[in-house]
DNA sequence: GAATAATGAATGAGCATTCATTCATTATTC
DNA sequence: GAATAATGAATGAATGCTCATTCATTATTC
């Protein structure tokens, strides 16, 4: 005989679902930017989380399922941050990138929690094929982004000798690299400097579009 | 009684000792690039370098000072290269300056697996307090002397709106960067491409200095 | 033959995962 | 709409495996 109904679970306890797991993805990143990858354990994650030590196998089957899902959870996070700060710009192409460089150095991506969790998972990658490949589709979306702004801007500036794929990896990197030293030597320059720093490169590729802040902030 | 002899181990036991510790180094190096940080155990380094399992806990007392003495190494051996490379250069700052782009860049410091390993580290410098330490020493020495290179150039090139500190942070940044891009997304990027961009940087801040290198090698 | 280096089996701590059980929520029946 | 059944979320003690470390033994060097 035919089953009685499709049975969906209600709403309710989708949500529920999902709120837990995005609690135990929030506590996986509050131990790993304080213990690394190496030393956090689920019995740290489910105590950072309040909850009990089942609770991780129960929603995500595993520990490696719940890191994959945490590095996803960052790149989404990162990704719908762009496209609201695009939304918001201005229409030109410099607005945009202004939006996008000053995302960057905001302190909702720029935290030294969020960026140690990053680089925790950048230094993980070469060995681990899945993280690899998040990591590498977050590049080129970025990229892709940037070098299209960039093509807008050569043309509205007439600029000649400018690359935009090599000037959206130049700039990628620069931002990462400022990101690392946030994380390294915290003391020695900060969000505000950081930020300068990667304004400075973009007025000196682009200087009908940008100005030279010196600013200096601390 | 007296002590007989001071009791100095004979030469070639200590020259022995080295050689034993530096291979195990080596080891450390191949097996954290192959299988990160949290994936190296103690058996997989002494079966790379081809010895027992005891061997280990023998020359370095335990896994964590395998792993400092590793960090170490890199380190030391980093700044051999910079000293080599600033030596064999010419005397002008722009000349020293191109000798450590172009080391930066050059298959000995640039490779993919001693990258990986580098990153491994950064990546556990948050929870380690003396990964951080290491870490930011040799920040702080690079910067350095790149800073004062750049007030050389400032002086001799006329430069103004150039503040040596900032340029020091900006180049290291993105070298970094383009490390991680090269570790990352290895298809789209190579050591020839990141050291142009490397050294466009250079060209728009120095122009008097550098030349943009319009080099499009593969 | 003393001193030192190297081995690898044995040990036990630490940890991910399992699963029987409890408890709260939702569905069904009368 | 009260009573009962079914579902599935949550718990945490128990299990068993992985792995760093130890150390008695063997090999090598001086």
Redesign the pocket.
């Known amino acids: 005989m035919a089953q ?2 499709p ?1 969906t ?2 709403n ?2 989708i949500v ?2 999902d709120r ?1 797991r995005q609690q135990l993805i929030k506590a996986t990143i509050n131990c790993i930017a304080k213990r690394g990858i190496a ?6 994650v ?1 105590q950072d989380a ?10 995500f ?4 399922k719940l890191f994959e899902e945490t590095l996803l959870y960052l790149s989404d996070e990162y990704e719908t941050f762009c496209a609201n700060a695009l939304k918001k710009a201005g229409h030109t192409a410099a607005e945009k990138l202004t939006a996008l460089a000053e995302l960057d150095f905001s302190p909702k991506v720029c935290d030294r929690k969020k960026l140690a969790v990053w680089f925790a998972f950048w230094g993980e990658a070469k060995s681990r094929p899945t993280y690899l490949q998040i990591c590498a589709e977050n590049d080129r979306k970025y990229n892709d982004v940037v070098a299209k702004l960039c093509e807008d801007l050569v043309v509205d500036g007439g600029y000649t000798d400018i690359r935009p794929q090599a000037f959206a990896i130049g700039l990628a990197a620069l931002t990462n690299g400022l990101w690392l030293d946030l994380l390294m030597t915290p003391n020695e320059i900060n969000r505000n400097m950081a930020r300068d720093i990667s304004f400075d490169y973009l007025a000196v590729i682009f200087p009908n579009h940008f100005n030279k802040s010196n600013r200096r902030e601390n």
Chains 1, 2 share one sequence.
């Open positions: 009685i109904e049975k679970a209600p309710s306890r529920a679902k837990r030393g956090t354990t689920m019995a740290d489910t309040d909850l009990s030590l089942g609770i991780v196998n129960l929603h089957q595993s520990k490696d």
